[in-house]
């Protein structure tokens, strides 16, 4: 019988410029710089295939064939990776949802920012996430992983209260920073047309005035490898 987890697909965001990483993006997209001598995609591809997901779909645009060429169809990680190139900038919720046909989801899809670096991911974590919800007869439209408020992001992104996530302050609410990790629903994305630029945070604050954006805090190690010495910091560290 087929796990269930396997059914889960995962998409990674690849498709940015990296403009702050400049020049060490001029001639190599941002995700396939490395770290500790793996590329920030083969550290996410990695954590995938060890929690038994099969398909991957990377969407990406500046020298998308390089990604291509570096991580071919998948069979060196034991995945099952297609690929969603973009002509123009679709922005994230644009991104996804022209991947979406290649994903294919039964409902709950997951979504990797490619410039991340986090080794220690909670993907079965976020799978058994995705397992509960299927069970839930107003299901949620998606699950973010929370951040602690980084140096260069004091202001965090949204509220979370309880196991609920919200773009207004409550009373016992923390405000964190998105960590670029999340669990989707497809109906979240069904509204937009495929190829139309789409930024995604319009549409989690929407999801949020209905209580159907829910998310948890992660405290494992989790950067946001955005300039060139961030990312030599992170190859000096001892693990």
């Excluded at 990695?46 to 020298?63: F, M, R």
């Excluded at 690929?83 to 709950?108: C, F, H, M, Q, V």
């Excluded at 929370?146 to 405000?175: R, T, W």
């Amino acid at each position: 019988m087929m796990d269930q987890r396997n059914l889960t697909p995962c998409l990674l965001l690849a498709a940015g410029r990296g403009e702050r990483m400049r020049p060490l993006t001029d001639e190599l997209p941002k995700p396939l710089l490395t770290i500790k001598k793996k590329s920030l995609l083969a550290w996410h591809l990695e954590a995938l295939s060890e929690a038994g997901i099969q398909k991957v779909v990377i969407n990406h645009a500046w020298l998308g064939n390089k990604i291509e060429e570096a991580l071919g169809d998948g069979s060196q990680f034991g995945l099952n990776i297609a690929y969603s190139p973009e002509a123009s900038a679709l922005e994230t919720a644009g991104g996804i949802r022209k991947a979406l046909p290649l994903l294919n989801p039964k409902d709950y899809f997951l979504v990797i920012n490619g410039d991340v670096f986090s080794p220690h991911l909670p993907m079965k974590r976020l799978l058994e996430v995705a397992s509960r919800f299927r069970s839930l007869p107003n299901q949620p439209l998606a699950h973010l992983l929370m951040v602690p408020n980084p140096v260069q992001h004091p202001e965090g992104d949204f509220y979370l209260h309880g196991s609920q996530i919200s773009n207004e302050c409550q009373d016992g609410a923390e405000k964190l920073t998105f960590s670029g990790i999340g669990l989707y629903h497809r109906d979240l994305f069904q509204e937009l047309e495929i190829g139309t630029p789409a930024k995604l945070a319009p549409l989690l604050r929407e999801a949020m005035l209905q209580n159907r954006i829910s998310g948890e805090k992660y405290t494992g190690p989790w950067h946001d490898v955005g300039t060139p010495q961030r990312l030599q910091e992170l190859n000096a560290a001892d693990e």
